[in-house]
Nanobody, 131 residues
Framework: QVQLVESGGGSVQTGGSLRLSCAAFGDTYSVSTIRCMGWFRQAPGKVREDVALIDIDSGGSTSYPDSVKGRFTISKDNAKNTIYLQMNDLKPEDTGMYYC????????????????????WGQGTRVTVSS
């Protein structure tokens, strides 16, 4: 089994920055099977949506929706089993719970943005952006 632990959420004003971290814990074999990870967010009353995805293999290919492209950057530190989300120029519409997700399946770029692709989820960290 794999446990994902997020940290780094908080409250900022419009234009501010935050850096989220997600560390994977568990037995060595289970953690080593993770191939695909991502960050999702969920605003009150809305569906959970992807904000940044990263292929742990294959040189770390990434994907972002247009809503965050150019403002958010996902990165990984394989040695620490950790991924990060650097969020700059934050906007009130970025407010929500941010969840880290992981999958032992190789990233399938056609549907890796879907929540159903991931079997491991963190507990979430809250991000609030005020105007």
């Amino acid at each position: 089994q794999v446990q994902l632990v997020e940290s780094g959420g908080g409250s900022v004003q419009t234009g501010g920055s935050l850096r989220l971290s997600c560390a994977a814990f568990g037995d060595t074999y289970s953690v080593s099977t993770i191939r695909c990870m991502g960050w999702f967010r969920q605003a009150p009353g809305k569906v959970r949506e992807d904000v940044a995805l990263i292929d742990i293999d294959s040189g770390g290919s990434t994907s972002y929706p247009d809503s965050v492209k150019g403002r958010f950057t996902i990165s990984k530190d394989n040695a620490k089993n950790t991924i990060y989300l650097q969020m700059n120029d934050l906007k009130p519409e970025d407010t929500g719970m941010y969840y880290c997700a992981a999958s032992p399946s190789a990233c399938a770029y056609s549907f890796w943005f879907q929540t159903s692709f991931y079997i491991y989820w963190g507990q979430g960290t809250r991000v609030t952006v005020s105007s």
